[in-house]
């Protein structure tokens, strides 16, 4: 069974380092063709592809936001980190974590989603 | 291109069927056979419904499908129920622009 789980702070201050955790399970990333991205959607607005690691380590960014984003993955741990730095306003939201075969090209499970405020 | 164009809502009766069209580029859309749908609950993780335009993943209710003509995909809802009341997002993989995968701007399903 496919699970994804996302974790990290409901509370950021404005220009902090946000870390994000998805925890996985039922799947491991190091398989070939394994892939898994971070997705946000901002208070009453649309998904908003971020990131996504590959089961060879390559990585992928919104160029928009590459600066302050970085994804790592920890495959003993089964876990995929997304930091973004300097956060402000723009960066509250759902980020989920979601993955992506590359055999089935969809995100075909996602986590439920951890919530983000950003605030002073 | 920032976002894909969908329709901000649509609805229908439980039993009809519904149409969200999903409108990008010859940079996503229109060229790559990697479009895919899902369909968001609140507090609840998004569903994958259609993938690669019109592929359904197993389990998923053969009421979903999916389609292109041109720049244009679509999800076609048939015999509409209570649990389509969602909000639905199309994805294409693209590029150009600075994102490898651009998302819909949404739709709104009512079912009435």
């Known amino acids: 069974q496919v699970t994804l789980q996302e974790s990290g702070p409901a509370l950021v201050k404005p220009s902090q380092t946000l870390t994000l955790t998805c925890s996985f399970s039922?799947?491991?990333?190091?398989?070939?063709?394994?892939?898994l991205s971070w997705i946000r959607q901002p208070p009453g607005k649309a998904l908003e592809w971020l990131a996504r690691?590959?089961?060879?380590?390559?990585?992928f960014y919104h160029t928009s936001l590459k600066k302050r984003l970085s994804i790592f993955k920890d495959t003993s741990k089964s876990q995929v980190v997304l930091t973004v730095t300097d956060v402000g306003p723009a960066d509250a939201g759902t980020y989920y974590c979601?993955?992506?075969?590359?055999?089935?090209?969809?995100?075909?499970?996602w986590g439920r989603g951890t919530l983000v405020t950003v605030s002073s | 291109q920032s976002a894909l164009t969908q329709p901000a809502s649509v609805s229908g009766s439980p039993g009809q069927s519904v149409t969200i069209s999903c409108t990008g580029t010859s940079s996503d859309v229109g060229i790559f056979n990697l479009v895919s749908w899902y369909r968001l609950h609140p507090g609840k993780a998004p569903q994958l419904l259609i993938y690669e335009v019109t592929k359904r993943p197993s389990g998923v209710s053969d009421r979903f499908s999916g389609s292109r003509s041109g720049n244009t995909a679509s999800l076609t809802i048939s015999g509409l129920q209570p649990e389509d009341e969602a909000d639905f997002y199309c994805c294409s993989y693209a590029t150009s622009g600075p994102s490898l995968y651009l998302f819909g701007t949404g739709t709104k399903v009512t079912v009435l």
């Open positions: 690691i590959d089961w060879d380590g390559t990585e």
């Open positions: 039922g799947f491991s990333l190091s398989d070939s063709g394994m892939r």
């Open positions: 979601a993955r992506l075969p590359v055999d089935e090209d969809g995100f075909d499970f």
